[in-house]
T-cell receptor, first 115, second 113 residues
């Protein structure tokens, strides 16, 4: 069965620090998709990135970067030069191709960025 | 605006009552998913519909039911409500069942008192 683990429950950083959010997943499928979502205090779920299991190329988008490593079943997310507006709960999620596209979420990491 | 519309945004009701949550998917999306987010259970998949038909079921209670109508909007019906049903209920949509990217609505916050 698919499973996503976010071991970090809560992280607090000071603005401008870099922060990495960890995500480890379990799946028996060879084809799967990984996601990161952001949930700000307002409550909505905002899509950040999708990565498929065949594409291990890491990605940078502005202050965000993602490190996907199949060998360790990890899909970590780094925010560079964090800002107060980055304060939110971040969820890692997984879809296996054989599960009718059911998205399985991790328990989330609450990031608090202070001045 | 994500394109997925959920109504109402907030709902307060008493135990034992029944409520209906509504979701309009993003234009062109055939799949609708319902998720429940509670403090103790996290984000849990409830049910998926694809073009009017039930496609997958998750941890959905028997007191809960859903449907997707010909115009593709979906409703989640919650009956015999209990205090523990208080949660944020999200609807999401995607183009087809294997388009690996959901767009979520802003959620309906249900409070059972």
């Amino acid at each position: 069965a698919q499973k996503v683990t976010q071991a970090q429950t809560e992280i607090s950083v000071v603005e401008k620090e870099d922060v990495t959010l960890d995500c480890v997943y379990e799946t028996r499928d060879t084809t799967y998709y990984l996601f990161w979502y952001k949930q700000p205090p307002s409550g909505e779920l905002v899509f950040l990135i999708r990565r498929n299991s065949f594409d291990e190329q890491n990605e940078i988008s502005g202050r965000y970067s993602w490190n996907f490593q199949k060998s360790t079943s990890s899909f970590n997310f780094t925010i560079t030069a964090s800002q107060v507006v980055d304060s939110a709960v971040y969820f890692c999620a997984l879809i296996e191709t054989g599960t009718a596209s059911k998205l399985t979420f991790g328990t989330g990491t609450r990031l608090q960025v202070t001045l | 605006d994500s394109g997925v519309t959920q109504t109402p945004k907030h709902l307060i009701t008493a135990t034992g009552q029944r409520v209906t949550l509504r979701c309009s998917p993003r234009s062109g999306d055939l799949s609708v998913y319902w998720y429940q987010q509670s403090l103790d259970q996290g984000l849990q998949f409830l049910i998926q519909y694809y073009n009017g038909e039930e496609r997958a079921k998750g941890n959905i209670l028997e007191r809960f039911s859903a449907q997707q109508f010909p115009d593709l909007h979906s409703e989640l019906n919650l009956s015999s409500l209990e205090l523990g049903d208080s949660a944020l209920y999200f609807c999401a949509s995607s183009v087809d069942s294997y388009n690996y990217g959901y767009t979520f609505g802003s959620g309906t916050r249900l409070t059972v008192v």
